[in-house]
């Protein structure tokens, strides 16, 4: 039996997309913190050391612009003219960055001063610009574009619904969480994957990222309801009535409803895709549905409210409707 047949023709067009790996750092420890506004603790202490670290770079910037100016000064050869522009150059480069450190200038430290986290929440999108000797990493959330490291890219998901936790004149991320995912499309998933599909290439990246985020939906619905179930459990334990009773009535998932009527009718729906056929129970115990082309048999079981069918490798569980 294939009830996932047109889920698994529909995992075919799904862009596929890597989950959030096991070792991601999002979202930190400092989430509470982040949602009340906040830097916590620990986040301000390693800000803290990236503002000195950046005044520190700019004081040895500013030292070096300065010296060149004197080396100019005393040193160089050609047109005054041309030399005395290099040395004001200089002069005005050093003492720029000389007062950014002093006076603590820099977007981070700015940031550090008025303490406030912002944030931001929509579809998430992911794009990398390669360079000569390395690639420019971005995230893409709304309307807004963040530039982030490689460890930050490869840690968030590329699909879905996130809130981002920012500072907002250096726009340095401090923490993402993922959020529910958009609902269901109402009509047919294949009819609505489609357009869905389309927009995912859409030049407006906010539009290709929602649409996206609903294919992450469907997705995600799909692979929670094909988790595997645990082992069949022993004779005793399973419902005492023979299958082809004891499955008459309605069972759902979360993503497929379907409905065995005692007369050896079945209706089954996808969200907004339903289907009609006939189901049996042959000799052996098993259960044939013809649901979609390509009938099979599958091991099936009741326990409780949950009946489990089993077949070609996969495992889906459904609970009984009141």
């Given at each position: 039996?294939?009830?996932?047949?047109?889920?698994?023709?529909?995992?075919?067009?799904?862009?596929?997309?890597?989950?959030?790996?096991?070792?991601?750092?999002?979202?930190?420890?400092?989430?509470?913190?982040?949602?009340?506004?906040?830097?916590?603790?620990s986040?301000?202490?390693?800000?803290?050391?990236?503002?000195?670290?950046?005044?520190?770079?700019?004081?040895?910037?500013?030292?070096?612009?300065?010296?060149?100016?004197?080396?100019?000064?005393?040193?160089?050869?050609?047109?005054?003219g041309?030399?005395?522009?290099?040395?004001?150059?200089?002069?005005?480069?050093?003492?720029?960055?000389?007062?950014?450190?002093?006076?603590?200038?820099?977007?981070?430290?700015?940031?550090?001063?008025?303490?406030?986290?912002?944030?931001?929440?929509?579809?998430?999108?992911?794009?990398?610009?390669?360079?000569?000797?390395?690639?420019?990493?971005?995230?893409?959330?709304?309307?807004?574009?963040?530039?982030?490291?490689?460890?930050?890219?490869?840690?968030?998901?590329?699909?879905?619904?996130v809130?981002?936790?920012?500072?907002?004149?250096?726009?340095?991320?401090?923490?993402?969480?993922?959020?529910?995912?958009?609902?269901?499309?109402?009509?047919?998933?294949?009819?609505?994957?489609?357009p869905?599909?389309?927009?995912?290439?859409?030049?407006?990246?906010?539009?290709?990222?929602?649409?996206?985020?609903?294919?992450?939906?469907?997705?995600?619905?799909?692979e929670?309801?094909?988790?595997?179930?645990?082992?069949?459990?022993?004779?005793?334990?399973?419902?005492?009535?023979?299958?082809?009773?004891?499955?008459?009535?309605?069972?759902?998932?979360?993503?497929?409803?379907?409905?065995?009527?005692?007369?050896?009718?079945?209706?089954?729906?996808?969200?907004?895709?339903p289907?009609?056929?006939?189901?049996?129970?042959?000799?052996?115990?098993?259960?044939?549905?013809?649901l979609?082309?390509?009938?099979?048999?599958?091991?099936?079981?009741?326990?409780?409210?949950?009946?489990?069918?089993?077949?070609?490798?996969?495992?889906?569980?459904?609970?009984?409707?009141?």
């Open positions: 039996m294939r009830l996932d047949a047109a889920a698994v023709r529909l995992e075919n067009r799904l862009q596929r997309r890597k989950a959030m790996p096991s070792n991601t750092s999002y979202p930190l420890d400092g989430l509470d913190a982040n949602r009340r506004g906040e830097l916590s603790d986040q301000l202490r390693g800000f803290r050391g990236l503002s000195r670290s950046n005044r520190r770079s700019n004081l040895s910037s500013a030292a070096f612009f300065l010296a060149g100016a004197g080396l100019i000064g005393v040193f160089a050869t050609g047109p005054a041309t030399r005395a522009i290099l040395t004001v150059i200089c002069l005005a480069l050093g003492l720029f960055l000389a007062l950014r450190s002093i006076a603590g200038l820099d977007a981070v430290t700015r940031d550090l001063r008025r303490g406030r986290v912002d944030s931001i929440e929509g579809a998430i999108g992911k794009g990398r610009v390669p360079g000569r000797t390395r690639s420019s990493y971005f995230l893409e959330v709304g309307d807004r574009r963040f530039k982030v490291g490689s460890t930050t890219y490869r840690a968030v998901p590329d699909a879905g619904i809130r981002v936790y920012f500072l907002p004149r250096s726009r340095t991320i401090v923490n993402l969480e993922r959020l529910a995912n958009p609902p269901l499309p109402n009509e047919p998933i294949m009819e609505a994957l489609g869905l599909g389309a927009l995912s290439r859409s030049h407006n990246r906010r539009e290709a990222n929602e649409a996206r985020a609903r294919i992450a939906s469907v997705t995600d619905a799909w929670a309801m094909r988790a595997q179930a645990p082992s069949a459990p022993p004779p005793d334990a399973r419902d005492p009535r023979p299958l082809n009773e004891a499955i008459v009535g309605t069972w759902n998932n979360g993503l497929i409803n379907v409905t065995f009527l005692a007369d050896g009718r079945v209706t089954a729906r996808i969200p907004g895709n289907r009609e056929g006939h189901w049996s129970v042959d000799g052996a115990g098993r259960l044939h549905v013809d979609f082309p390509g009938e099979s048999a599958a091991d099936a079981w009741i326990a409780g409210d949950t009946l489990t069918i089993a077949a070609e490798g996969d495992v889906l569980t459904f609970r009984r409707e009141a």
